[in-house]
C-alpha cells in the first residue's frame, strides 16, 4: 500500500500524538495486529485501507497517507472494531479525529452542506414553516380517509407535553407519509407529545462532518427547544 | 545456613514440629504433591472439594506433545494416592480456617456429607441406574446428563458414588423417592449422613487448587450460548473422550452429526483487556488446540476432517511443541494468522459463518461445522476464597503471589503453591512445581520425618511351588479404548480354555479402585497361584497390578501383562477382527508364559543417604542446597573454577528482580553450607552402581560413593558463525549483541547506553530453524525485557523489535504490552522474508517488510541486538552415557516421561534440572532444581530401595569362567570368583537386562523366570494357530 519504501532514521509520530492528547484511553500503541478488527469491520478493503492498516500507519508515523484517505467516509465510526478489540481500541474515534483535521472545502461536499444548513435550521434546507404546514396537511388527509385515525394527533409546539419527538428531516421533504406510522404508534400508546417548530430536525450531520462545536451547536440548539417547552422526555429518532 | 538452625529459629523444640502437611486440592499438581511427600516420610491430609480426585487433567482426552490418553497416565497416580497408607484423602472437604506458624499449624477442614458410606459401597452403579432424577453433568461441561446419584467418573478415585444434595429428591423432600436406598445390594445408601469438622495438626501447607476454563459467554460476538455448534475447548475434550457424552464419536452438538470443517479460535478470555478482563496468556491453549486438531482428525471416520486454527502468535514454546505444530502443519491442520472478530450462524444447516483477514488484509468467508473456543485458564471463585481463608496474597490478574527465586512460596510462611493457581501453566510445569512444593514443605519439617507415618505390612505369601497353576485372567476394556476395536468378551471366553487357566473375566477398567479391590478378593477366593492381565503398557500399570497380588498374599512375580491396547486396539483400530484375533494371541503367549513363572525375593539395597549433583549453576545451586538443607551430605561439581553459570550474566528476571544480589547470597550460602562439599575445576570421569549405592571417579581421581545424582550441567548460548544464515553481522560490526552481552552492559552500568537513538532486536536468531527446530523459550522475554530497559534509560530511542511469534508466555504478557504502550514496534517476519542486514560506512541498516501495510521498512539502528537460541552442550553425551541417560534429538536431556515425571531420568536415581532439560527462565530453572530435589529426597529418606529381582544368576557347572560377561554387563555386576574362577552376580547391582545372558557362550547364565524353558513356551505358543 505504501509505493516506497518506509525509511526510519527518527520516528516521528506527530498525528498518533495528537491523537493521544485528544482521545483519554487511546490504546494505539497498544494494538496486537491480530486482525479482529479487520475481520469484523464493514469497511475493510475499502480505499485499500481497514482499522488495522489505519493503527499501523499512525504507529509508523505515516500521517500524510492517513490525512489524505478518503477511507475516513467509508468507515461509519460504528465501533464494532473497539467492541471486540482485545485492548479496547476505537478505531472510529481516529477517523472522527482526521474528518474535523480535514479543510472544509476537501470534505465530502453533501455532508458539509447538510452540516452547514443544519447549523442554520434544518440539514434539507427547508423552511421551518413548510415542516409546519406539511405535518398539518399530512393529519388532515388522514383523518379524512382514514376514519379510524379521525382523532390522531401530531401537536407541534405543545407546552408541557410528556414526550418531545425529533424529525429526519429527509422525510417531511420527500415522502412525508413515512411520518405517519410513528404518529399511530404514540397515538395508540397513549403518549402525550410534541414536534417543535423550529430544531426539529433529529439527525446530526455535523457529527459525520467532524467539527465538535457545530454538533454541539446543534444538540444544544435542540436542548434549550425542549427546554424551553417544558417536556419531560426526549426521543431522538435518528 | 542448615536447616537445624533455622527449625529451631522458627519453631523452638524440634519436637514440635509436625510431621505431617496438608495439600489443598486434588488435581494432577495436589496428588504429585501428596505422593512426593508420602513417599519421603510425611503424612499427608489430601482435601478435595469434589466426590473424587483427578482435576482437569481427569477431564482431557489426551494430552500434548505425546498424545497420550490422559486418564491412562493419570489413573496410575491417582490410585496410588488413593490407596497409599500415608495419604488421608477427604474428599467433598474444603479448608475453613489456617492459625498457626510454620511447623506447627492448625487447620480446621470440613468434609460435607456423601450419603453413601465408603466403605460399603461397591461401586456397582445399581443406585444411579435406577435414579430417577437426571442432573447436568458437570464432568462432561454440561453437554451430557448423570443422576442425582453419581460417580464422578469412571476411573475416579474413590471409586464411591456420591449424593448430590441440592438435586436428590429424597434429601430436599425426604420420603419422596429413596430408590437408591432400596436397590443397594450393601447397604450403603445414608441419608443421614452429616458433615464433619475434621481439626489438623500439620506443620507446613501446600495450595493447589487449580484453574478454572473461561465462560465465554461474557463475549457474546463468540456466539457462544447462542448457537449450539459453538464449543468450549474443554467442552471439546469431553466431546473427544470415550468418557464423554457421545463415548468419543465426536458429535456436535446441534444434530449428533459427526463435524468434518472445525475452527479454533484462540485466545478466547486471554491477551484480551476489553471484555474478557485477562490481559495474561493462558499458557497452554496454542498447544491443546494443536493436539485437538491432530486428534479430531485421527477420530474423524473419513480422516479428512478439515482443520483450521485462527491465531494471533503461535505459542509453542515447551519441549517438543514446536515439532508437534510443524508436524501439524505438514499434516494438513491449517494455521491462519488472524482473529475473527463474530462467528455468525450460516443458512439453516447449523454451520457458522467465520469472516476473517489474512495478514494482507484481504477478507475471507468460510464456512465450519463446528466452531471451538480455546478458551484460557482464570483462578476460581473458590480459589481466591481458599486463598483468603490461608492467608496468601493474590495478584492483580488474581494468582497466588510468588517470588522468582521461590517460585513455590507464597506470601505467608510455609504455605506453598504449585500449579495453575499461581499462573496458567501445563502439566509437565504444574506436576514439576508440585514437586518443587513437596520439597519446600518437606524442608521445614525434616527433623519430623517418618515421625507421622505409618509402614506397610503385606500379608504372609502363599508357597505356590506344590500347586499346580491356578491362572486368572483379567481382561481390560479400558473404557472403549480397547473394548470398541477387541471384541473383549470373545476374548475372555477365549481364555478361559487355555491350559491352567481357571478364571477369566472382563472389566470397563482393570486399573480401577472397586477393580483393583475386587481383584484382590478373587485371588483369594479362586485360589489363584497365576495372575495375567490383558490391558494397556506394564511401563505404567504393572506395579499396580503386582502390588495387588502382594497384597492378595502370593508373590508379585507371578504375574505377567498382555498389552492388548497399545500393541492391538490403538494401531489396528481398522481391523477388529484381526485385532481380536491378536489379543487372543498375546494372552495364550501371555498365559505360557505365566505358567513358569516362579516366586522371586524381593531384594533390597542399603541406601547411600548423601548426592552428587553436577553442575554448578542456579539449578544445581539450587538442588545442593535443597538436599543439604535436609541434612543429607552433598558433593556438588563444577567443571570450570568458577560457580555460578549462566546467571552470572544475568541482569534482572522478567519480574524485575536484579539477578547479580541473588547470585550472590546463594553462592555464600553453596560456600558456606556444612553439608555441602564443592569441588570446582573437576567433572565426571566415571560412574558405577545403581540407585541407592552410585560410585563416581572425579577427573581429580576422587570416588564419590551417593546414593543420588542430579544433573544440572546447563547449556550454551548460539553466536552465529560469519558464514551463518543467522550472522546479522555478529562479530563484525561492534554494535551487534546478543542478549547476554547486551545484559553485560546493563550489569556494568555502561552508560553510552541511553545516547542510543535507535534500537533493533531480531527475534528467533538460530532458533526455530531447520537446524534447530525447537523454540528457546526465554528470548522473546528476555528480549523485550531488555528493550523496557532501554527505554527506561532514555525515553526516547526508538526501539523495533523484529519477531517471528511473540511468546511472552503467562503472566509474562504484561511486559508485551507494556512495551507496546512505550511505543515499542513491533514487526513480524517470516523464514521466507528474513529482515537483511547491511553495514554501510560502519551504520548497521536493517530492511524488514512489515507485512500489514506490505511494505519495506528501512531501519538505521546505532545497536543490534540478536535474540540468539540456547544450545545444549556437546560434552553433555559423555555424562549421558556414564549415567544411562538417553539425549533427545537436538540434544537435550531426555526425562522419564515428559508429562508426569519431568524431573526423572529412566534410569532410577538419577535427575535432572535446568536448561539441559530445555531452555526456560530462572524461576522455573528454581522450581525445577527443587522438584529434582524432592525427587532424589524420596531415595536418601529411605534407609532400603527395593532392588531388581529379576536378575542373573550363574550355574555354576557349565561356567567356563571366559569372563565374557563381565565385558558386556554395563552395571559391573558380575565378576569372577578368583577362588572358584566362576562368575558370581551381585544382585544388588543386577538390572536384569540380561546381556551376560546373550554373551555367555557356554549357555551358563539365565534370567529368573526369563530362562530358555518360558521364552521357549512363548515362541512355541505364538506358532499355534499359524
Redesign the interface.
Given at each position: 500500500?505504501?509505493e516506497?519504501?518506509?525509511?526510519?532514521?527518527?520516528?516521528r509520530?506527530k498525528l498518533k500524538q495528537h491523537m493521544q492528547e485528544a482521545v483519554p484511553d487511546a490504546?494505539i500503541?497498544?494494538?496486537?495486529?491480530?486482525?479482529?478488527?479487520?475481520?469484523?469491520?464493514p469497511a475493510?478493503?475499502i480505499e485499500?485501507m481497514?482499522p488495522?492498516?489505519f493503527l499501523?500507519?499512525l504507529?509508523?508515523g505515516?500521517d500524510e497517507k492517513l490525512l489524505e484517505t478518503d477511507w475516513i467516509y467509508s468507515c461509519t465510526m460504528c465501533q464494532?472494531?473497539?467492541?471486540?478489540?482485545?485492548?479496547?481500541i476505537n478505531v472510529g474515534r481516529f477517523v472522527y479525529e482526521l474528518r474535523g483535521m480535514r479543510p472544509k472545502d476537501k470534505r465530502p461536499k453533501n455532508l458539509q452542506r447538510s452540516c452547514d444548513l443544519q447549523k442554520e435550521s434544518n440539514s434539507t434546507g427547508i423552511p421551518n414553516d413548510d415542516f409546519v404546514w406539511v405535518v398539518g396537511d399530512v393529519l388532515e388527509e388522514v383523518r379524512e380517509n382514514e376514519p379510524e385515525w379521525a382523532d390522531l394527533q401530531a401537536p407541534i409546539d405543545k407546552k408541557g407535553a410528556e414526550f418531545y419527538l425529533n424529525q429526519n428531516a429527509k422525510e417531511p421533504t420527500v415522502e412525508p407519509e413515512e411520518m405517519v406510522p410513528l404518529w399511530k404508534i404514540l397515538h395508540v400508546a397513549g403518549v402525550d407529545w410534541t414536534y417543535s417548530s423550529k430544531w426539529w430536525d433529529g439527525a446530526n450531520y455535523c457529527l459525520f462532518s467532524g467539527d465538535p462545536e457545530d454538533w454541539e451547536k446543534t444538540v444544544r440548539n435542540q436542548a434549550e427547544t425542549v427546554d424551553a417547552l417544558g417536556v419531560r422526555y426526549y426521543i431522538n429518532t435518528e | 545456613m542448615s536447616n537445624k538452625k533455622n527449625q529451631q529459629g522458627n519453631t523452638g523444640a524440634l519436637s514440635e514440629v509436625s510431621g505431617s502437611v496438608l495439600v489443598v486440592g486434588g488435581g494432577i499438581a495436589g496428588v504429585q504433591a501428596a505422593l512426593d511427600l508420602a513417599d519421603s516420610g510425611f503424612y499427608v491430609h489430601l482435601v478435595e472439594k469434589s466426590a473424587a480426585i483427578g482435576g482437569g487433567m481427569s477431564q482431557l482426552d489426551k494430552t500434548f506433545p505425546t498424545n497420550d490418553c490422559s486418564a491412562c497416565i493419570l489413573s496410575p497416580k491417582l490410585v496410588e494416592c488413593g490407596r497409599h497408607l500415608n495419604i488421608n484423602l477427604l474428599t467433598l472437604s474444603e479448608l475453613v480456617s489456617l492459625e498457626g506458624e510454620p511447623g506447627s499449624f492448625k487447620a480446621v477442614v470440613k468434609q460435607n456429607p456423601r450419603y453413601v458410606d465408603p466403605e460399603k459401597c461397591i461401586a456397582c452403579g445399581t443406585c444411579a441406574e435406577k435414579c430417577p432424577k437426571k442432573v447436568v453433568n458437570e464432568f462432561d461441561m454440561g453437554l451430557g446428563k448423570r443422576k442425582a446419584i453419581y460417580l464422578k467418573y469412571p476411573q475416579a478415585v474413590p471409586l464411591k458414588y456420591a449424593i448430590d444434595a441440592q438435586h436428590c429428591i429424597w434429601l430436599n423432600k425426604p420420603g419422596r423417592c429413596g430408590m437408591c436406598e432400596k436397590v443397594c445390594p450393601s447397604k450403603a445408601i445414608n441419608f443421614d449422613d452429616k458433615p464433619t469438622e475434621h481439626m489438623l495438626e500439620i506443620g507446613s501447607v501446600i495450595m493447589a487448587p487449580g484453574f478454572k476454563p473461561f465462560d465465554p459467554s461474557r463475549?457474546d460476538?463468540t456466539g457462544y450460548g447462542r448457537l449450539p455448534n459453538v464449543v468450549t475447548s474443554m467442552e471439546f475434550e469431553r466431546l473427544l473422550s470415550p468418557s464423554g457424552p457421545c463415548m468419543g464419536h465426536m458429535e456436535r452438538p446441534s444434530d449428533g452429526k459427526e463435524p468434518k470443517k472445525i475452527a479454533w479460535l484462540q485466545?478466547v478470555g486471554s491477551?484480551?483487556?476489553?471484555?474478557?478482563c485477562h490481559g495474561y496468556c493462558s499458557s497452554v491453549c496454542c498447544m491443546y488446540a494443536i493436539k485437538q486438531a491432530v486428534i479430531a482428525r485421527e477420530h474423524s471416520e473419513s480422516g479428512d476432517l478439515d482443520a483450521s486454527i485462527f491465531f494471533?502468535d503461535m505459542r509453542t514454546h515447551g519441549k517438543e511443541f514446536e515439532e508437534y505444530y510443524n508436524r501439524a502443519a505438514s499434516e494438513g491442520v491449517k494455521f491462519h494468522?488472524?482473529?475473527?472478530?463474530?462467528v455468525l450462524p450460516s443458512g439453516e444447516n447449523d454451520n457458522l459463518r467465520?469472516?476473517?483477514?489474512?495478514?494482507d488484509?484481504?477478507?475471507r468467508y468460510e464456512d465450519f461445522d463446528l466452531v471451538v473456543l480455546s478458551v484460557g485458564l482464570e483462578m476460581p471463585q473458590q480459589a481466591i476464597e481458599l486463598a483468603a481463608k490461608a492467608g496468601v496474597s493474590l495478584d492483580a490478574d488474581k494468582f497466588i503471589v510468588t517470588d522468582p527465586f521461590k517460585p513455590v512460596s507464597t506470601s505467608r510462611n510455609g504455605v506453598f503453591v504449585c500449579g495453575a493457581a499461581a499462573e496458567p501453566k501445563d502439566i509437565p510445569q504444574s506436576v514439576m512445581e508440585a514437586s518443587a512444593a513437596a520439597l519446600e514443605a518437606g524442608r521445614i519439617l525434616a527433623p519430623a520425618r517418618w515421625k507421622d507415618t505409618k509402614k506397610k505390612e503385606y500379608p504372609p505369601e502363599k508357597n505356590v511351588y506344590s500347586e499346580p497353576p491356578r491362572i486368572g485372567v483379567f481382561v481390560c476394556s479400558c473404557g472403549i479404548n480397547i473394548a470398541s476395536v477387541v471384541d473383549v468378551e470373545a476374548v475372555t471366553e477365549y481364555a478361559k480354555t487355555l491350559p491352567g487357566v481357571v478364571l477369566a473375566q472382563n472389566n470397563l477398567f482393570t486399573c480401577s479402585q472397586d477393580t483393583i479391590d475386587q481383584m484382590e478378593e478373587t485371588i483369594r477366593k479362586e485360589g489363584l497361584n497365576r495372575v495375567v492381565v490383558a490391558s494397556c503398557t506394564p511401563r505404567t500399570h504393572e506395579p499396580l497390578f503386582q502390588e495387588t497380588l502382594r497384597n492378595a498374599g502370593i508373590n508379585k512375580y507371578l504375574f505377567e501383562m498382555a498389552n492388548i491396547r497399545d500393541q492391538d486396539s490403538w494401531v489396528h483400530q481398522n481391523e477388529p477382527e484381526a485385532a481380536t484375533e491378536k489379543a487372543k494371541d498375546l494372552i495364550r503367549v501371555a498365559v505360557a508364559k505365566v505358567r513358569g513363572d516362579a516366586p522371586l525375593p524381593y531384594n533390597s539395597v542399603k541406601v547411600t543417604k548423601s548426592a552428587l549433583v553436577i553442575g554448578a549453576g542456579v539449578a544445581g545451586m539450587t538442588a545442593a542446597v535443597s538436599l543439604a538443607d535436609q541434612g543429607f551430605p552433598v558433593t556438588l561439581v563444577e567443571r570450570k573454577d568458577d560457580i555460578g553459570g549462566h546467571a552470572r550474566k544475568f541482569y534482572r528476571t522478567w519480574q524485575g528482580n536484579p539477578v547479580q544480589d541473588y547470585l550472590a547470597s546463594l553462592v555464600d550460602t553453596v560456600k558456606s553450607h556444612e553439608n555441602i562439599d564443592l569441588k570446582c575445576g573437576v567433572s565426571v570421569k566415571g560412574v558405577s552402581g545403581s540407585v541407592g549405592n552410585f560410585t563416581t571417579v572425579l577427573t581429580d581421581g576422587t570416588e564419590l560413593k551417593h546414593g543420588v545424582s542430579i544433573i544440572a550441567v546447563g547449556a550454551g548460548s548460539f553466536k552465529p558463525d560469519s558464514d551463518s544464515r543467522w550472522n546479522y553481522l555478529y562479530g563484525k560490526n561492534p554494535n551487534v549483541h546478543t542478549l547476554l552481552e547486551l545484559d553485560q552492559k546493563f550489569i556494568a552500568e555502561d552508560s553510552s547506553l541511553s545516547g542510543i537513538?535507535?534500537t533493533v532486536f531480531i527475534h528467533c536468531v538460530g532458533s526455530r530453524v531447520p537446524e534447530r527446530p525447537y523454540c528457546s523459550r526465554v528470548c522473546c522475554t528476555h528480549a523485550i525485557d531488555q528493550a523496557l530497559k532501554l527505554k527506561e534509560l532514555n525515553p526516547d530511542m526508538?526501539i523495533?523489535m523484529l519477531y517471528r511469534d511473540i511468546r511472552t508466555y503467562g503472566q509474562r504478557e504484561r511486559l508485551y504490552?507494556e512495551a507496546?504502550?512505550?511505543?515499542i514496534?513491533?514487526i513480524?517476519y517470516d523464514l521466507e522474508n528474513l529482515p537483511a542486514v547491511t553495514e554501510e560506512g560502519g551504520n548497521i541498516k536493517v530492511?524488514v517488510k512489515?507485512p500489514?501495510?506490505?511494505?519495506?521498512?528501512?531501519?538505521?539502528p546505532d545497536m543490534l541486538v540478536l535474540a540468539t537460541a540456547v544450545r545444549p552442550k556437546v560434552d553433555v553425551h559423555d555424562l549421558a552415557k556414564f549415567f544411562k541417560c538417553s539425549i533427545r534429538a537436538d540434544g537435550f536431556l531426555m526425562e522419564a516421561h515428559m508429562k508426569l515425571r519431568p524431573v526423572d531420568f529412566a534410569t532410577d536415581g538419577i535427575f535432572l534440572a535446568g536448561l539441559c532439560h530445555y531452555p526456560k527462565p530462572m524461576d522455573e530453572t528454581i522450581a525445577q532444581a527443587q522438584a529434582a530435589a524432592s525427587r532424589a529426597s524420596i531415595v536418601l529418606s529411605q534407609d532400603e530401595i527395593p532392588a531388581e529381582s529379576i536378575t542373573a544368576q550363574v550355574d555354576p557347572r557349565k561356567c567356563t569362567g571366559c569372563a565374557v560377561c563381565t565385558e558386556v554387563c554395563a552395571y559391573n555386576a558380575v565378576s569372577i570368583d578368583e577362588a572358584t574362577e566362576k562368575a558370581v552376580v551381585n544382585e544388588a547391582m543386577c538390572k536384569g537386562c540380561g546381556a551376560c545372558v546373550a554373551g555367555c557362550r557356554s549357555d551358563a547364565i539365565t534370567l529368573k523366570n526369563m530362562g530358555n524353558e518360558q521364552i521357549m513356551a512363548e515362541l512355541e505358543t505364538i506358532m499355534d494357530n499359524w
Open positions: 500500500m505504501l516506497q519504501k518506509l525509511e526510519i532514521r527518527k520516528l509520530t490504546h500503541d497498544y494494538c496486537l495486529t491480530c486482525g479482529m478488527c479487520v475481520s469484523g469491520c475493510s478493503g485499500d481497514d488495522r492498516k499501523r500507519l504507529v509508523l505515516q464494532r472494531c473497539e467492541y471486540a478489540c482485545p485492548m479496547k | 463475549l460476538y485466545c491477551r484480551d483487556i476489553n471484555r474478557a494471533m494468522r488472524a482473529r475473527i472478530h463474530s467465520v469472516r476473517y483477514a489474512g495478514e488484509g484481504e477478507i537513538n535507535q526508538d523495533f504490552q507496546r504502550a512505550k511505543g514496534i513491533f513480524r530492511t512489515d500489514i501495510i506490505d511494505a519495506e521498512v528501512e531501519l538505521n
